[in-house]
T-cell receptor, first 115, second 114 residues
């Protein structure tokens, strides 16, 4: 089975532009997580979904960030407008909830640079 | 609340030497504990996990970790370092009862000297 697939792998944009990051979780996984990784703050959980429903978005930095999961095989993280401090690597991860032991399966990440 | 502290943001060892990466946790409930590894330009992948069974857990690539409740520790070890072990390692804590958001430590970058 393919792993978690993220796109784009790299994105360079200018301040003020809209950025959309995409994620396809592993088939059959019912939990999806968005993380952000920076040198200063490490790995931060932004939001997670269960069965396509957002469960906890307390980590979303501000209203400029939004995430959706329209179906079980697709999620987006949108930043509008983007700012230089949003530069980071954004990871999507998924897992199967039933009898779950907490293991997350990560994608390779989307490296965002906002100029 | 749960938290993880990784002692040492950078660890450097010689090839063939013992690897020891330290992790201490805080949890109000019996924890699940994890070590993840991140190679350059890749996502995190699971090395090993403790889920309340045996306290000594063996993982991939010759790594193991021991859960010590009295010390609230879950240190990662490998008897003999290999150049391919150079990576960033993350300790994480979770809780039983289904998929929960994991709390990650800040990471430890392991460098292997030839």
């Amino acid at each position: 089975d393919a792993g978690v697939i993220q796109s784009p792998r790299h994105e360079v944009t200018e301040m003020g532009q809209e950025v959309t990051l995409r994620c396809k979780p592993i088939s059959g996984h019912d939990y999806l997580f968005w993380y952000r990784q920076t040198m200063m703050r490490g790995l931060e959980l932004l939001i997670y979904f269960n069965n396509n429903v957002p469960i906890d978005d307390s980590g979303m930095p501000e209203d400029r960030f939004s995430a959706k999961m329209p179906n079980a095989s697709f999620s987006t993280l949108k930043i509008q407008p983007s700012e230089p401090r949003d530069s980071a690597v954004y990871f999507c991860a998924s897992t199967q909830g039933v009898a779950n032991t907490g293991e997350l399966f990560f994608g390779e990440g989307s490296r965002l640079t906002v100029l | 609340a749960q938290s993880v502290t990784q002692l040492g943001s950078h660890v450097s060892v010689s090839e063939g030497a013992l690897v020891l990466l330290r992790c201490n946790y805080s949890s109000s409930v019996p924890p699940y504990l994890f070590w993840y590894v991140q190679y350059p330009n890749q996502g995190l992948q699971l090395l090993l996990k403790y889920t309340s069974a045996a306290t000594l857990v063996k993982g991939i690539n010759g790594f193991e970790a021991e859960f010590k409740k009295s010390e609230t520790s879950f240190h990662l070890t490998k008897p003999s370092a290999h150049m391919s072990d150079a990576a960033e390692y993350f300790c994480a804590v979770g809780r039983p009862g289904g998929a929960q958001k994991l709390v990650f430590g800040q990471g430890t970058r392991l460098t292997i000297n030839p």
